[in-house]
């Protein structure tokens, strides 16, 4: 094969795979810049993975099933969010069990639908005149999903509401300070909730991705750790939006090239590689931190009581 | 809605206690397993099982009749081994999840032993609790050292290892290890007979690997009340800044406890693979989510290492149950992850409930609400030992 072929190949593939990643680490972003961790990603992404699924195949439009995805994946979250910030219980163990709970119940209500495909699922797209680009064209622009210019659209907009909106200054500040933002009178549990519901949603709609178009089917292994690795996603990009949709595609590149080996090594050892790539990434980043001052949300993971120091 | 809630706050004041009372953690804990009880009893019902019968058959085939009782308690073995190491790991903030990982780490280690080496015959069990025990270990310290070392976020890493030790076993028995006679499903050649555990009569009761269990929890109570470790590893829990103060090395114990822990999984997975299977099989089978299983029942123990005996078996309880719904109620099997994950959720939900309590303020009080509201003490420091608690306040640091 030739090498700008290769390379062609690679990068389209690439941005297939890192979609799903770059909804989830998008919508953990936020929901961790309010100062609430999220441990439920993986949940949440097969919940929408199978609502999402059942909704389209029941309905026969993936559209009702993609806005079911990411009702599911807000609903989980919910549960996440009034159990972290209502009732101030453990953030960490609050995101667990609503990872294993999702795995669970998503495995119990996709029962029936396991081995199906689905009919008629997300088309892909080639995007008219700039299709026609030489390498670029190929390379970004034909047979890729609606959800996945979505996703990055999603991220620039995530990133100018964070850095550039009021809103996004109340967010960001609830994540750092949330003593200063109830003395300056405004509320920080709405905030937060806002914050949970929106990460909820884009990581439903990041498992919707995986059951309606990049594999059109369900199974019980399909979210397979991508939540976990979205998270590892958001740490690596350091909490900001624009940095995600970098992160993302180098992810998915790696990802990518490393199933091009597959004639070198056997299959178990591939799959295995994007979960030693995400160990290595967060080592990288632990590194980087050491010599940046680039740094988590002050208050993620406390919850806020006033009077609390 | 939120407004409502802050509006009925005002007539009442959160106390925190500095030490919640024993009666009162195991009334919340009941309470929360209740109504997980009373979800299974809807799931029922949903699903045309006539709730009562059900419940019958499940405890008569989990704990009355002999055969049963022993599934439930095999079932409890590792989930005592891994639900030891997981409580002291959470009791110094080392958020290991990856005990699944580790569990795979020691039946790969005792399958070594097993399959290929020359030792005599009486020395090769012992051979593969050792072996199975570093090879845990070993997989639980790279994540601790680069946690402690270089304060990457330990609850990715562990849970990355989980799916590299899970594509490991597979890579094992599909290629190097796989068995002669292997065609459709893959596993390794069976073990000799020298190195496979005894087990009760005609059950699957390993009870060597479960005998293992019973003495390091109390190695561990013992540990935690008595020693200078033990004492070390309290005052890192409640408060990293204290230990600091204290001349504790935070890294060193972190290191120790997370090796101790995962080496606990490991002696979990040689059980399973030489109690059980009898060799190295699909993963998904060799553990069936024990690794995960195990956090609840740490966090069910709330920080007390004897704890963790009847936590255990309530999980123990809840697999063999799973196993019953399955086979003699014909529903899903996923129902005990189910549970399972509610279960967890219901236990960190009430765990506020143990920290403090709503008091009615006073009429003079009240008027000069909200400004006054609850001006307290971190309830971090109320937390007597229970991790979930204390951690609330101070996430696992270094996110990343």
Redesign the interface.
Same mark, same amino acid.
């Given at each position: 094969m030739d090498i700008d072929v290769l390379v062609v190949a690679t990068i389209a593939r690439a941005l297939a795979f890192a979609t799903p990643l770059l909804w989830a680490a998008l919508g953990e972003v936020i929901a961790e810049r309010s100062g609430v961790?999220n441990?439920g990603v993986e949940?949440m992404m097969a919940l929408g993975a199978v609502t999402g699924f059942a909704v389209a195949f029941t309905t026969g439009d993936v559209w009702w099933g993609l806005a079911a995805a990411g009702l599911a994946g807000m609903l989980g979250s919910l549960?996440h969010a009034f159990?972290a910030i209502?009732?101030?219980?453990?953030?960490?163990?609050?995101g667990?069990?609503?990872?294993?709970? +999702?795995?669970?119940?998503s495995? #119990?209500i996709g029962?029936a639908w396991v081995g199906r495909p689905l009919p008629d699922p997300m088309r892909t797209i080639d995007v008219p005149w700039l299709r026609e680009l030489p390498l670029l064209g190929p390379m970004l622009f034909q047979g890729q999903y609606v959800l996945t210019y979505a996703a990055l659209l999603a991220a620039v907009v995530a990133w100018a509401m964070l850095f550039h909106t009021r809103g996004g200054l109340v967010l960001r500040s609830v994540g750092e300070n949330p003593t200063a933002v109830d003395a300056a009178g405004l509320?920080v549990?709405?905030v937060r909730?806002a914050a949970v519901l929106i990460g909820g949603l884009l990581a439903g709609i990041g498992g919707g991705y995986l059951s309606l178009a990049y594999r059109p089917s369900w199974g019980e292994g399909m979210v397979? +750790?991508l939540g976990?690795?979205a #998270?590892?996603l958001a740490?690596?990009a350091?909490w900001h939006p624009l940095r995600v949709i970098v992160a993302g595609l180098l992810f998915g590149a790696c990802f990518t090239l490393a199933f091009r080996l597959q004639t070198v090594f056997?299959p178990?050892?591939l799959?295995?590689l994007p979960?030693?790539f995400?160990?290595l990434a967060?080592?990288f980043?632990?590194?980087r931190?050491?010599r940046l001052a680039f740094?988590?949300p002050e208050a993620?993971?406390?919850?806020y009581?006033?009077?609390?120091? | 809605m939120i407004g409502a809630l802050r509006r009925r706050r005002a007539a009442r004041r959160w106390e925190p206690r500095a030490d919640a009372p024993a009666w009162r953690v195991m009334l919340v804990t009941i309470a929360a397993v209740a109504v997980a009880a009373l979800v299974v009893t809807w799931v029922f019902v949903a699903y045309g099982v006539a709730p009562g019968e059900a419940w019958a058959t499940i405890v008569r085939r989990t704990l009355l009749e002999p055969r049963g009782l022993s599934e439930t308690v095999r079932k409890a073995i590792p989930l005592l081994l891994a639900g030891i190491g997981l409580l002291l790991a959470f009791r110094a903030r080392f958020w290991n999840i990856g005990a699944e990982g580790q569990i795979l780490a020691g039946a790969i280690g005792a399958t070594a032993v097993a399959l290929f080496t020359e030792l005599p015959g009486p020395l090769v069990v012992p051979a593969m609790f050792l072996a199975g025990m570093l090879a845990g270990a070993a997989w639980g310290a790279v994540p601790a050292l680069l946690k402690a070392r270089m304060g990457v976020n330990e609850i990715i890493t562990t849970l990355m290892f989980n799916y590299i030790a899970l594509y490991l076993v597979r890579w094992l028995i599909n290629g190097p290890w796989k068995a002669r006679s292997a065609t459709g499903f893959s596993y390794s050649e069976r073990f000799p007979a020298e190195a496979v555990l005894p087990t009760l009569g005609a059950t699957r009761l390993h009870w060597p690997t479960l005998a293992i269990a019973l003495v390091l929890v109390a190695v561990v109570a013992l540990l935690l009340a008595r020693s200078r470790f033990g004492f070390e590893v309290e005052v890192l829990g409640r408060s990293p800044e204290a230990a600091r103060y204290a001349g504790i090395d935070a890294g060193r114990v972190t290191l120790l406890l997370a090796a101790l822990a995962a080496g606990a999984a490991g002696l979990a997975g040689v059980g399973e693979v030489a109690g059980i299977h009898r060799r190295l099989v699909e993963p998904t089978q060799l553990s069936l989510g024990y690794g995960y299983a195990a956090i609840l029942v740490a966090l069910l123990a709330r920080g007390k290492a004897l704890a963790v005996v009847p936590a255990a078996l309530f999980l123990g309880f809840v697999f063999a149950a799973g196993d019953v719904m399955r086979v003699s109620l014909r529903l899903p099997s996923q129902l005990p992850d189910v549970v399972t994950g509610l279960v967890l959720l219901l236990v960190v939900a009430s765990e506020p409930l143990t920290r403090g309590r709503w008091v009615r303020r006073d009429p003079a009080e009240a008027a000069t609400a909200p400004a006054a509201e609850a001006p307290v003490a971190p309830p971090a420091a109320a937390t007597a030992g229970a991790p979930a608690g204390g951690a609330a306040h101070a996430s696992p640091d270094g996110e990343g």
């Open positions: 961790v441990l949940g549960l159990v209502t009732l101030r219980a453990d953030a960490y163990v609050s667990l069990s609503l990872t294993m709970l +999702g795995l669970g119940l495995a #119990l029962r509320h549990r709405p909730y397979n +750790g976990w690795i #998270l590892a740490i690596f350091m056997p178990e050892l799959t295995m979960y030693v995400t160990v967060l080592v980043t632990a590194w931190r050491g740094g988590a993620l993971g406390r919850a009581l006033r009077g609390e120091r | -």
